[in-house]
């Protein structure tokens, strides 16, 4: 279990699906074991507390990220928690989000990593609770059973 209150990020909102009425998150799951699409209101029938953030950035970033994440669809869960890279073969849910981000910003202008480089805590890995604590993050829904 990463370090943190938070532990998943539930990836990236990529689009509305009017036929579905949902939006659709593409998220780096462990069962099955691959970056997948879901529709949100049932990664939200997975958890009891969830959090919507925001990146503080452009909207051509953040569709940018949203197409790196989609380039993703298939790869398999990255168990290595402990490192992250942004063009892996493999990513875990808050590595995922991060090298979208990082990709999407040219290599570091967006970087979700509340604490870059390397740390006791999170060793070299970024967690979904540096994601929630970044400062270009923001919530913008907040809702705990």
Request: proline content about 3%; charged content about 15%.
């Given at each position: 279990m990463p370090p943190g209150y938070w532990t998943h990020t539930g990836g990236?909102?990529?689009?509305y699906d009017d036929y579905a009425g949902d939006w659709?998150?593409?998220e780096?799951?462990?069962?099955?074991?691959?970056v997948r699409m879901v529709y949100l209101r049932d990664f939200m029938k997975r958890?009891?507390?969830?959090?919507?953030?925001?990146?503080a950035t452009t909207d051509d970033i953040r569709w940018n990220a949203v197409v790196f994440a989609y380039y993703q669809l298939g790869k398999p869960y990255d168990w290595g928690w402990y490192t992250k890279e942004v063009?892996?073969?493999?990513?875990y849910c808050s590595e995922l989000v991060w090298a979208?981000?990082?990709a999407a910003s040219g290599g570091g202008t967006v970087d979700l990593d509340a604490n870059p480089g390397w740390t006791l805590k999170y060793l070299n890995g970024v967690a979904p609770q540096e994601i929630y604590d970044d400062d270009d993050t923001y919530?913008?829904?907040?809702?705990?059973?």
């Open positions: 990236i909102v990529a689009y659709v998150v593409i780096a799951w462990d069962d099955p074991s691959a958890y009891d507390t969830f959090a919507v953030l925001r990146v063009y892996g073969d493999s990513y979208a981000y990082m919530v913008v829904y907040y809702d705990s059973a």
